[in-house]
DNA sequence: GCCGTTTTCGGCCCGACTGTTTTCAGTCG
């Protein structure tokens, strides 16, 4: 375990990636070889979803453990940590302007034009850019036209991107895919239609909704789909594929492919990347060449397939879930049929608001809507700030009433307390005791350092009434970022009294993400996927939490709440308490 | 820069689209 104050110094995760990425973009702003950038992004992307502090792990030399980090990638992290800094990155950030980055990154620009630009016209970042494109001077290049000047100050005329703002919830996406499959699938020429991309491996966030679909008649299908009611403008409409962008700013695109080869094609258009590009490594060790056209062996017959399972099986594989699609294992577990049998769904949930807090509807209504879900129990776990002074009594009676009320849904009597800066709870252990489900959760003191977030968690892990710690590290998408915590020491103490961490399903939280759940429940500790629901519609937030711990490789076994009541209580009866 | 049931050297997925070309480089996913 790393000190306190030294891990306090130590650069996360998040910050080392960055670090890597901008060394990658320079790199080929200066004309690297292009595998050599591959490196250095692989890398990155590695350490954003590793669980651990890699910081740390490069100082034990034990980063080199992880797949795409070597002994450079750990020198040069062991040098940021030691110096403040990596030589390579200052050297470049020096000989080339930064602001390249940025015009390197505009639709339709690349390395290779970023640097004449600079080159040739002195463009030196945006602003230069405008300048530039404003003034005729691009079009004047040989090789670019006025087309592409006019493209850049398009580009340049959108609102300018904070990190990750371009990308759109999932809880936002996923709405307009399902309405997107129904809207195409009552159309005549429509045979097949299915969701793609990373709607389909359902990350926390994508860049764009693709949908692909076989058709007697694309361009009546492809007609169809840009007449969708929610298009705001339409970028793209050919023989093959069209792409909209909707009222609500979401980029959507149809590709008609062949119904001979669609497994091919909805394999490929699922992705990820880097699991296409791990599955095409592998095949070409087979002699075999993977596309979206078909598999082509060594005599360069080319088999195609319908569907994604004679894909994989062709390869050796069984067929793997999509949301595991992000090669962090899955393809040689799949090669061995080894694959975990993910969680579906959940038979109860264990966090939600009424009105004697903040939420909208009362203890009966979200009972009703509850049921109506398919739930067999539900914990009311309103805020207990808000049920001092006879409140408690208050609600505990108008939930008995709602048992009395609601046939085939068990309510039980949670509450969700805060956890205190000094790590203590804000309800008397003796009413905690006698609660059937408690939350704790931080609300305040994000800023907290390392060391005390941590000792406050793991103190409310501790305490015996305390059943399941909510949305553990605090982030909201695009918004926050999480707390700083060691997520290891939470691990572990959770794993040693038995408190589960939850999955929050509530679309910007998503906490804990995936990778974090994935070590939790490595460690021993039981997820439990909640809605977190302020309203009765907002029940089905709980589909994003299990679709957050299917990202996270979780089973039924790992999943508290995948279980009944009566499987979930006796861990309050247990020897802990 | 990473990696290794052929390898510590020599590989590293594959194809489509775009704009500007007249055979292709650059970009994208």
Redesign the pocket.
Request: proline letters at 5%; a positive charge.
């Given at each position: 375990m790393i000190a306190g104050d030294v891990a306090d110094a130590l650069p996360p995760n998040d910050e080392l990636a960055q670090s890597f990425e901008l060394l990658a973009d320079l790199l080929q702003l200066d004309g690297a070889?292009g595998?050599?950038l591959?490196?250095?992004r692989?890398?990155a992307q590695r350490i954003r979803d590793s669980a651990t502090p890699v910081a740390a792990l490069a100082l034990e030399g034990k980063a080199?453990q992880l797949?795409?980090?070597?002994?450079?990638?750990?020198a040069k992290i062991v040098e940021r940590v030691e110096t403040g800094e990596i030589a390579?990155l200052v050297r470049l950030q020096t000989a080339i302007p930064v602001g390249l980055v940025d015009v390197m990154h505009v639709?339709?620009?690349?390395?290779?034009?970023?640097r004449r630009l600079w080159t040739d016209l002195g463009v030196e970042d945006l602003d230069g850019l405008r300048d530039a494109a404003e003034q005729n001077r691009i079009?004047a290049l040989?090789?670019?036209?006025?087309?592409?000047e006019q493209?850049i100050l398009e580009s340049l005329a959108r609102p300018r991107a904070d990190v990750g703002a371009d990308r759109v919830l999932l809880g936002r996406a996923l709405p307009l895919v399902e309405r997107l499959i129904a809207h195409l699938a009552t159309h005549s020429a429509c045979e097949r239609v299915s969701e793609a991309?990373s709607t389909r491996r359902r990350t926390e966030t994508v860049?764009d909704v693709d949908l692909i679909a076989t058709s007697n008649d694309s361009t009546a299908l492809l007609d169809h789909f840009v007449a969708f009611p929610s298009v705001a403008k339409v970028t793209?409409h050919?023989e093959?594929?069209a792409t909209f962008v909707s009222q609500d700013g979401i980029a959507a695109d149809l590709r008609v492919v062949s119904p001979e080869c669609y497994g091919n094609l909805l394999q490929h258009f699922t992705?990820s990347?880097a699991h296409?590009?791990a599955l095409?490594?592998e095949?070409?060790?087979q002699g075999l060449?993977?596309?979206?056209?078909g598999i082509?062996d060594a005599d360069g017959s080319v088999t195609t397939m319908e569907t994604e399972e004679e894909v994989y099986a062709a390869l050796g594989y069984a067929w793997i879930s999509p949301e595991l699609r992000e090669n962090a294992g899955e393809l040689e577990l799949a090669r061995r049929g080894e694959l975990p049998a993910l969680v579906d769904s959940i038979r109860g949930d264990l966090h939600m608001h009424t009105t004697w807090s903040d939420g909208r509807a009362s203890v009966e209504e979200m009972a009703v809507a509850a049921k109506a879900q398919g739930l067999k129990y539900i914990a009311i776990c309103d805020h207990a700030r808000r049920l001092r002074d006879g409140r408690l009594a208050e609600q505990v009676a108008e939930i008995v009433a709602a048992n009395d009320r609601v046939s085939g849904l068990r309510v039980l009597s949670g509450v969700e307390v805060d956890i205190r800066a000094d790590g203590s709870l804000d309800m008397p252990s003796e009413l905690l005791a006698e609660r059937d489900w408690v939350v704790a959760s931080v609300h305040s003191g994000f800023q907290d350092s390392r060391e005390k977030l941590t000792t406050r968690i793991v103190a409310a892990i501790e305490h015996p009434s305390v059943d399941c710690i909510g949305h553990p590290t605090g982030r909201k998408l695009r918004q926050r970022a999480p707390y700083d915590l060691d997520l290891d020491a939470i691990f572990a103490a959770a794993a040693a009294t038995g408190t589960a961490l939850e999955i929050n399903g509530q679309p910007d939280r998503l906490d804990l993400r995936d990778v974090h759940a994935r070590a939790a429940a490595a460690a021993g500790v039981k997820i439990v996927c909640n809605s977190d629901a302020h309203s009765t519609r907002a029940l089905a937030y709980a589909d994003f939490a299990v679709m957050q711990a299917r990202r996270a490789w979780l089973t039924d076994e790992q999943v508290l709440n995948a279980g009944s009541w009566r499987e979930v209580a006796p861990r309050r009866a247990g020897a802990s308490r």
């Open positions: 070889d595998f050599r591959n490196a250095y692989t890398a080199k797949d795409g980090i070597g002994k450079t990638i750990e390579a639709p339709g620009l690349g390395p290779k034009t970023a079009s040989p090789g670019l036209g006025e087309k592409s493209r991309g860049k793209a050919g093959t594929k992705g990347k296409n590009v095409r490594e095949a070409v060790r060449s993977v596309s979206e056209w082509e």
